[in-house]
């Protein structure tokens, strides 16, 4: 499926083997051209990719250049294989390729992390398993630039701003268009679904800390800020009701921190239990972003003196109070 958005930007949609099935990618024609976002490493996504691109007269040699919005592997996953054809530069946030670079030796501090949130034995083990056979569907980075935030983006016609926006993942980047006030938002903002606060870790000795969703909403207060009138996400559908969707988000949010709450009235949780009153009947996989989801909103409970955590038998319980 493709289709020109605005002009000489076409958005491009790739299957993914994931709940979401699809995600879009965006080719630029403007020199360099350019490609926003590379999809996962499957047969399926490559002749996707190629066969509409020549739908529309260009081919893949036609890609210049790649940016990644972050180190997911529906975004990144066959990127290298892409830059290797025709020798298309990678531009990616430091962030997200270090992540990308250490993902595999991160997946026992992750099963380490679960087993401390209260998810069960089995169930983590199953969930790593998961993310550890999902590697096959991307190519690790090895040569890519960095991008920073407030970098700018220059095609012959026209400059993009970056601007990072952590939270979903730590080194998110959102396109800005200044001139036509385009955003393109990877995850960072979506149509349908609340994008998730992927659970991040700072340090790693406890006391633990998760700064994902306090950056998630952070980052979205940033976007609120700018001039925008349309959004090109990552899955799904452009948005035009930008500071709707915005305000959808911070609403929905609450909810969930109201839900978080009334499951703690009921007595001392883990964030595995918490999870599981938010989301009854989870798959592994999301598990591991249900508990993303609870201690996100837990985080900013304990840093507004709402609840407390203790540690019981190696596992974190949070209550009401201080
Ligand atoms: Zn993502
Ligand atoms: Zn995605």
Redesign the pocket.
Known sequence: MIHEVLDKIYKIELPIPFPLKTMNVYFIDDSPRTLVDAGIKTEASFETLKKGLETNGYGLNSIERILIT?G?ID?YGQAKRLSSLFGAPIYVHPKEYGRIRSIIHSLGFIKSILLRNGAPEALVNEAIRYMESAQIMADPLDEAFFLNDGDSILFKSMAWKTILCPG??PGMLCFYWPEKKILFTG?HLLKEITPNPVLTVNGSKPPFRYPSLKEYLTSLEKIEKMDISLLLPAHGEEVYDVKGLIQKIFSHHKERMDRVLFSLSQGERTPFEIAMDLFPGVSPFEVFLGISEAVGHLEILREKGKVRVREKEGKDYYGLGV
């Open positions: 972050h997911h975004h979903h993942s995850d």
